[in-house]
């Protein structure tokens, strides 16, 4: 089998090499692409997410999706990971989410604290930690050093690392918003300094409105979608880019999102809410055509 992308990694070890090796070949569209399911919505944005199709409250639905859906992985936090993980150990591959935070106070000062470690990924047989880090955020000293010590730890224990690099905080508001393109290419840059192996990111949003409070030369660029998509995507350097699927978009938006992202380079999808709101006939359904996509690039 080709595992040209997993061979331009030429930084990993050989317990990331093998763990990234079974999300990227053995499970998921298996051609060196990710597709990852994501159920810490729970803990980020409180349980209203789950209210679009109420079964989707228990993660044992989203284990039979990713499991029925043939997902590269699931990503969740630690107490979900022991409690509903035992039936599909082995099956579906894990990514343990270590640190989160709720939605209840406000993102201005946004730092999300260790709810698990890079030990207890081993423990559970995880192959790769999730970290959330909130870029330009007030609190991103304090984020960047308790950073530094999961990633000795995922060195000491061959353990792949995922970065959900997110702008935060109030300068960021300032200067064009969470999903402007400066915000999200300047968190692109900051995982691959920081040594990330994977980077989730949302895909940029030019709001014309909103153009010019971005800096230079942001505040004057006038990219396409796949322009900025492809921008993303090179600040990301060697680090391998994952694009989110953000808040329900509709079939034909999802699957061009998913067009769009793969072919200008994107290593994969991680799509969670898009997915799981709907009822387990139409979540197969739509994974199977997102899996089409993603195999014919």
Same mark, same amino acid.
């Given at each position: 089998?080709?595992?040209?992308?997993?061979? +331009?990694?030429?930084?990993?070890?050989? %317990?990331? /090499?093998? /763990?990234?090796? /079974? &999300?990227?070949y053995e499970h998921g569209p298996g051609n060196g692409?990710? &597709?990852?399911?994501?159920?810490?919505?729970g803990m980020e944005h %409180?349980?209203?997410?789950?209210?679009?199709?109420?079964?989707? =409250?228990?993660?044992?639905?989203?284990?039979?999706? =990713?499991d029925e859906g043939g997902f590269s992985g699931i990503a969740l936090h630690l107490g979900l990971a022991e409690k509903y993980s035992s039936p599909f150990a082995g099956k579906v591959p894990l990514v343990l989410k270590i640190n989160g935070k709720?939605?209840?106070?406000?993102?201005?000062?946004?730092?999300?604290?260790?709810?698990a470690s890079v030990e207890d990924a081993v423990r559970l047989g995880a192959d790769a930690i999730g970290y959330t880090l909130y870029v330009g955020s007030t609190n991103q000293v304090a984020d960047f050093t308790q950073f530094r010590k999961?990633?000795?730890? =995922? +060195?000491?224990? %061959?353990m792949p690392i995922i970065l959900w690099s997110y702008p935060r905080g109030e300068a960021v508001e300032q200067k064009g918003g969470?999903?402007?393109?400066? =915000?999200?290419?300047?968190?692109?840059r900051v995982a691959d300094e920081l040594g990330a192996d994977f980077v989730k990111l949302n895909v940029p949003v030019d709001d014309p409105e909103r153009r010019s409070e971005q800096p230079p030369p942001y505040d004057s660029l006038e990219l396409s979608y796949e322009e900025m998509v492809r921008k993303v995507i090179k600040t990301a350097g060697k680090t391998k880019v994952l694009f989110s699927g953000g808040s329900r978009l509709g079939?034909?938006?999802?699957l061009y999102r998913a067009k769009v992202c793969l072919t200008e380079g994107a290593a994969g999808l991680i799509f969670g809410r898009n997915l799981w709101q709907r009822p387990m006939k139409e979540a197969l359904k739509i994974t199977a055509m997102i899996k089409d996509v993603m195999l014919s690039i």
């Open positions: 089998m080709m595992t040209e992308r997993l061979d +331009e990694m030429d930084w990993l070890s050989i %317990g990331k /090499r093998a /763990r990234l090796y /079974r &999300l990227m692409t990710v &597709l990852i399911l994501p159920i810490d919505q %409180g349980p209203s997410t789950f209210f679009p199709n109420p079964d989707s =409250a228990s993660p044992e639905y989203q284990y039979r999706l =990713a709720t939605r209840i106070p406000s993102d201005l000062h946004a730092l999300s604290p260790m709810t999961v990633k000795a730890d =995922a +060195e000491r224990y %061959g969470k999903n402007s393109l400066y =915000a999200v290419d300047y968190a692109a079939d034909n938006d999802l």
